[in-house]
């Protein structure tokens, strides 16, 4: 849910930039061939943006202020499964993301049915109206018998009342909703139409769309001005203007925008600057820069194992989720994969959950040689005798069984994925350094902190060279709800 509502608020800022800059850069320009593709294109540049990351030689991790080497446990897989009693309690109230996504399915649904009635409203016209005489062998002329206005919809043009209009034009007229047949309109209508009933608690989404009408309008009146005088086309327009629209999904003669049409006549013409469409390039890279951050810029997610022998896969039973784990329940398992030997990459004071305390850290090889000076004081990745907790993994593997739980307000939260944490363990076999690599939030990290402090006093200290040394080792813990 979280990554949902993360993905959607990234999306909706990146949207809000495209339209920002159509409408000081674009708007007022005279190529409306240019700003339609961009009306139709930002939407799709918005929700992708979020989804990309970083190439290589770009990505925020060069900028890495320490590099840290420490020998990975093996991965701690938490999976809660919810009974039959905690399902039934669940019913009994509604969540709020279960409101949120109720709320949003009826949206959704109202706002496609609406859709769905206008083009059966459209089918309908189609049967009932008269065919008339057309110049245009792709366009089909239908006179209607109702108040609704002139419009086009796909290749047909609805004639409607037009009593009030001569002779020119209404010809006028007829040039205009030939416009929006051979320019496809309706398709960019329709595309807009299901995008707004996918995203309609997107304001964006809806203001683009006003926009690329006002554009399709530009467009149909500039087909009118390559045939007639402007000064009549003008005439027209005014005339127009205390007349409403009938069907949304049409393409109509009759807007309520005539004002910024008559505007945009002025300029018809003139040739379009061509800097400012270049001037979104940088915009994209900022957008690129800033929706990369929150969703594919996870620093634990750049974990990278190189592993080592491979060991069959363990499962142990644990408790439920709720209560402190035993070994008796098959309300959850914790599953173990083979340990690895990972490089931790971060930037100090990026963000609450990294506490950048190991910056002693020094790598060391496993082949020293055994005349070589020893400094007790630095922290190893590896040493030929490494560090093991009291009895063995076995018994490691029984005591995370019998303490560790899945936090109650992570399972309300459906909170999954790896919460990642590192510790040093020193010449004494006491636990220091204990710090969170990655959160997922809701209690996770904070559960496996308690149980790594519940392991104090627990190791036996790494030794090189029969040297007592600190070795610092990771913990992953991975919670999975089922």
Same mark, same amino acid.
């Given at each position: 849910?979280?990554?949902?509502?993360?993905?959607?608020?990234?999306?909706?800022?990146?949207?809000?930039?495209?339209?920002?800059?159509?409408?000081?850069?674009?708007?007022?320009?005279?190529?409306? +061939?240019?700003?339609?593709?961009?009306?139709?294109?930002?939407?799709?540049?918005?929700?992708?943006?979020? &989804?990309?990351?970083?190439?290589?030689?770009?990505?925020?991790?060069?900028?890495?202020?320490?590099?840290?080497?420490?020998?990975?446990?093996?991965?701690?897989?938490?999976?809660?499964? *919810?009974?039959?009693?905690?399902?039934?309690?669940?019913?009994?109230?509604?969540?709020?993301?279960?409101?949120?996504?109720?709320?949003?399915?009826?949206?959704?649904?109202?706002?496609?049915?609406?859709?769905?009635?206008?083009?059966?409203?459209?089918?309908?016209?189609?049967?009932?109206?008269?065919?008339?005489?057309?110049?245009?062998?792709?366009?089909?002329?239908? $006179?209607?018998?109702?108040?609704?206005?002139?419009?086009?919809?796909?290749?047909?043009?609805?004639?409607?009342?037009?009593?009030?209009?001569?002779? $020119?034009?209404?010809?006028?007229?007829?040039?205009?909703?030939?416009?929006?047949?051979?320019?496809?309109?309706?398709?960019?209508?329709?595309?807009?139409?299901?995008?707004?009933?996918?995203?309609?608690?997107?304001?964006?989404?809806?203001?683009?769309?006003?926009?690329?009408?006002?554009?399709?309008?530009?467009?149909?009146?500039?087909?009118?001005?390559?045939?007639?005088?402007?000064?009549?086309?003008?005439? &027209?327009?005014?005339?127009?203007?205390?007349?409403?629209?009938?069907?949304?999904?049409?393409?109509?003669?009759?807007?309520? $925008?005539?004002?910024?049409?008559?505007?945009?006549? *002025?300029?018809?013409?003139?040739?379009?600057?061509?800097?400012?469409?270049?001037?979104?390039?940088?915009?994209?890279?900022?957008?690129?820069?800033?929706?990369?951050? #929150?969703?594919?810029?996870?620093?634990?997610?750049? &974990?990278?194992?190189?592993?080592?022998?491979?060991?069959?896969? *363990?499962?142990?039973?644990?408790?439920?989720?709720?209560?402190?784990?035993?070994?008796?329940?098959?309300?959850?398992?914790?599953?173990?994969?083979?340990?690895?030997?990972?490089?931790?990459?971060?930037?100090?004071?990026?963000?609450?959950?990294?506490?950048?305390?190991?910056?002693?850290?020094?790598?060391?090889?496993? *082949?020293?040689?055994?005349?070589?000076?020893?400094?007790?004081?630095?922290?190893?990745?590896?040493?030929?005798?490494?560090?093991?907790?009291?009895?063995?993994?076995?018994?490691?593997?029984?005591?995370? #069984?019998?303490?560790?739980?899945?936090?109650?307000?992570?399972?309300?939260?459906?909170?999954?994925?790896?919460?990642?944490?590192?510790?040093?363990?020193?010449?004494?076999?006491?636990?220091?350094?204990?710090?969170?690599?990655?959160?997922?939030?809701?209690?996770?990290?904070?559960?496996?902190?308690?149980?790594?402090?519940?392991? $104090?006093?627990?190791?036996?200290?790494?030794?090189?060279?029969?040297?007592?040394?600190?070795? +610092?080792?990771?913990?992953?813990?991975?919670?999975?709800?089922?």
């Amino acid at each position: 849910m979280v990554q949902i509502v993360n993905y959607l608020i990234k999306s909706g800022l990146c949207m809000l930039a495209l339209y920002l800059f159509y409408y000081v850069m674009l708007r007022s320009q005279p190529g409306i +061939r240019l700003n339609r593709l961009y009306l139709l294109i930002a939407p799709a540049i918005a929700m992708v943006l979020p &989804l990309l990351q970083w190439p290589p030689l770009l990505s925020h991790d060069i900028f890495i202020a320490e590099s840290l080497q420490a020998f990975q446990l093996r991965e701690v897989e938490i999976t809660a499964y *919810q009974n039959e009693t905690a399902t039934a309690a669940m019913k009994s109230y509604i969540t709020f993301p279960s409101a949120v996504l109720f709320t949003y399915c009826i949206g959704t649904i109202v706002l496609l049915g609406k859709l769905v009635s206008q083009l059966m409203r459209i089918r309908k016209l189609v049967i009932q109206s008269t065919a008339l005489p057309s110049e245009a062998p792709d366009t089909v002329l239908l $006179q209607t018998d109702s108040s609704h206005p002139t419009f086009t919809f796909l290749h047909y043009i609805f004639v409607g009342e037009q009593s009030y209009l001569t002779a $020119q034009e209404k010809k006028q007229v007829l040039v205009h909703e030939m416009a929006h047949a051979k320019l496809h309109h309706t398709w960019d209508i329709l595309y807009y139409e299901i995008l707004s009933a996918l995203l309609w608690f997107n304001p964006m989404v809806w203001l683009l769309k006003n926009e690329l009408r006002d554009v399709h309008e530009y467009q149909a009146d500039a087909e009118v001005l390559a045939q007639h005088q402007p000064q009549q086309y003008s005439a &027209l327009l005014a005339k127009e203007v205390l007349y409403k629209t009938g069907i949304p999904v049409g393409s109509y003669f009759k807007e309520p $925008q005539v004002f910024k049409r008559m505007q945009m006549l *002025q300029r018809y013409g003139k040739r379009t600057n061509l800097l400012r469409p270049l001037a979104m390039l940088p915009l994209l890279l900022l957008s690129l820069l800033f929706s990369s951050q #929150g969703v594919s810029a996870d620093i634990a997610a750049g &974990l990278s194992a190189l592993p080592q022998e491979a060991a069959p896969e *363990q499962e142990v039973n644990i408790a439920t989720t709720t209560e402190p784990a035993k070994f008796v329940s098959e309300d959850s398992k914790v599953k173990f994969v083979p340990p690895a030997i990972v490089e931790e990459k971060r930037k100090p004071g990026t963000g609450n959950n990294i506490t950048p305390s190991a910056k002693n850290v020094e790598a060391s090889s496993p *082949q020293e040689k055994a005349d070589e000076t020893l400094d007790t004081s630095k922290v190893y990745e590896y040493v030929e005798q490494m560090p093991f907790f009291h009895g063995g993994e076995k018994a490691m593997l029984q005591f995370l #069984g019998e303490n560790i739980k899945y936090p109650k307000a992570a399972i309300e939260a459906k909170t999954e994925g790896i919460v990642v944490l590192s510790f040093v363990v020193q010449k004494d076999g006491m636990l220091t350094d204990i710090n969170i690599i990655r959160d997922l939030g809701n209690g996770t990290a904070e559960e496996a902190v308690r149980v790594t402090k519940l392991m $104090q006093g627990k190791w036996q200290a790494g030794r090189q060279n029969g040297i007592a040394l600190p070795v +610092r080792y990771t913990l992953p813990v991975r919670f999975t709800i089922k």
